[in-house]
């Protein structure tokens, strides 16, 4: 079965300053899925960036990029010029070729003024 | 476009009473997924859909639990009898097949006294 983990439950970044949120997965397969999902306080679950295993290229999303190792099999978040509206859960999940999605348990973050 | 839409957002209700959780998906999307989300569990996937046919349930957590998804707009997760640890937030999500990233509704925060 697929874990995901996620080991920092907590971070704290000073407004304009960059952040990276770790996560790592356990899994056989060869083809699959990652993403990070960001849920604020309104609950609402939103995407942030996702990266296919299959490219080696670290997907970037304006101020979010990822560092995808396959081989560590670790994808970490960074997240860039740090704003308010970034205070929020960070989730952590994958997914394999049958749907089936993992999430991390979670790092709340905490953008500072 | 409207996104992922679920009713009842908020859910209050006694032990022993029957729930019913509503989804309505993004038009044109073929996989329908049912999470809920626990502070103690984290995001658990309990079931999903592909062309309204159930794929996988190993998430559903015991009988109590039950989901439909009877045409391509509307899902329904049911619990009956409901239990106080039932008390959750239940989302529900929607992708259009693929590697494609889910889309994920509101929530329906429940509580079970």
């Known amino acids: 079965a697929q874990t995901v983990t996620q080991s920092q439950p907590e971070m704290s970044v000073q407004e304009a300053e960059t952040v990276t949120l770790s996560c790592t997965y356990d899994?056989?397969?060869?083809?699959?899925?990652l993403f990070w999902y960001k849920q604020p306080p309104s609950r609402q679950m939103i995407l942030v960036i996702r990266?296919?295993?299959?490219?080696?290229q670290n997907a970037t999303e304006n101020r979010f990029s990822v560092n995808f190792q396959k081989a560590a099999k670790s994808f970490s978040l960074k997240i860039s010029d740090s704003q308010l509206g970034d205070t929020a859960m960070y989730f952590c999940a994958f997914m394999n070729t049958m749907k089936d999605m993992r999430f991390g348990a979670g790092t709340r973050l905490t953008v500072k003024p | 476009d409207a996104g992922v839409i679920q009713s009842p957002r908020h859910e209050v209700t006694e032990m022993g009473q029957e729930v019913t959780l509503r989804c309505k998906p993004i038009s044109g999307h073929d996989y329908l997924f049912w999470y809920r989300q626990t502070m103690m569990r984290g995001l658990e996937l309990l079931i999903y859909?592909?062309?309204?046919?159930?794929?996988?349930d190993s998430g559903m957590p015991e009988d109590r639990f039950s989901a439909k998804m009877p045409n391509a707009s509307f899902s329904t997760l049911k619990i009956q009898p409901s239990e106080p640890r039932d008390s959750a937030v239940y989302f529900c999500a929607s992708s259009l097949g693929g590697a494609f990233e889910q889309f994920f509704g509101p929530g329906t925060r429940l509580t079970v006294l």
């Open positions: 859909f592909n062309n309204n046919v159930p794929i996988d």
């Open positions: 990266q296919e295993a299959y490219k080696q």
């Open positions: 899994t056989s397969e060869n083809n699959y899925y």
